[in-house]
T-cell receptor, first 114, second 112 residues
Framework: QQQVKQSPQSLIVQKGGIPIINCAYENTAFDYFPWYQQFPGKGPALLIAIRPDVSEKKEGRFTISFNKSAKQFSLHIMDSQPGDSATYFCAARAPGFGNEKLTFGTGTRLTIIP | DTEVTQTPKHLVMGMTNKKSLKCEQHMGHRAMYWYKQKAKKPPELMFVYSYEKLSINESVPSRFSPECPNSSLLNLHLHALQPEDSALYLC???????????FGNGTRLTVT
């Protein structure tokens, strides 16, 4: 029940396209859903996060869409650039728990080709 | 540049060596974490310090020993490691245990 399933494992998109990364969860108690971006040789960095009281959150070119009934959330990158090439991890956490209970997805390696 | 600084960036050690990884943050964060990350995998939590006290130890072998000398510093002491312990070791901090994580860039450890 603590799992977060992430797909696809890898994704190649042409510059300017809109890559979409999907995550699904089983634990309906999860109430915090962050996305992390990790470049090679670097640590993960928080990109954007959403709580289930909204269906969409946008920060710059990055948008999270949240579907509570389907228990799914996804990351969209508008006008993607080669500099967006990185590994993306979704994550989820239940209320009443700290970061020790943050469950990560398996990661998506995104490549944006010029 | 990340505000969580980890040293060294790379470390190669033999199975009989003793070494330490160091992590420093000056953001006033009161929770600090050690994660282990294998290639193409998500980070796995090892230890959590909350207000300088060890609060979580995720069944990590005793050859890994954490230490939190003060609220800004976190060490990971390594002894008698195995080749399968080779990984990227990430330190992270957060303002409190519920706030967003800030990761360092990690120490790439190779055990020979």
């Amino acid at each position: 029940q603590q799992q977060v399933k992430q797909s696809p494992q890898s994704l190649i998109v042409q510059k300017g396209g809109i890559p979409i990364i999907n995550c699904a969860y089983e634990n309906t108690a999860f109430d915090y859903f962050p996305w992390y971006q990790q470049f090679p040789g670097k640590g993960p960095a928080l990109l954007i996060a959403i709580r289930p009281d909204v269906s969409e959150k946008k920060e710059g070119r990055f948008t999270i869409s949240f579907n509570k009934s389907a228990k799914q959330f996804s990351l969209h990158i508008m006008d993607s650039q080669p500099g967006d090439s990185a590994t993306y991890f979704c994550a989820a956490r239940a209320p009443g728990f700290g970061n020790e209970k943050l469950t990560f997805g398996t990661g998506t390696r995104l490549t944006i080709i010029p | 540049d990340t505000e969580v600084t980890q040293t060294p960036k790379h470390l190669v050690m033999g199975m009989t060596n003793k070494k330490s990884l160091k992590c420093e943050q000056h953001m006033g964060h009161r929770a600090m974490y050690w994660y282990k990350q294998k290639a193409k995998k998500p980070p796995e939590l090892m230890f959590v310090y909350s207000y300088e006290k060890l609060s979580i130890n995720e069944s990590v072998p005793s050859r890994f020993s954490p230490e939190c000398p003060n609220s800004s510093l976190l060490n990971l002491h390594l002894h008698a490691l195995q080749p399968e312990d080779s990984a990227l070791y990430l330190c992270a901090s957060s303002q409190d245990p519920n706030s967003p994580l800030h990761f360092g860039n990690g120490t790439r450890l190779t055990v020979t």
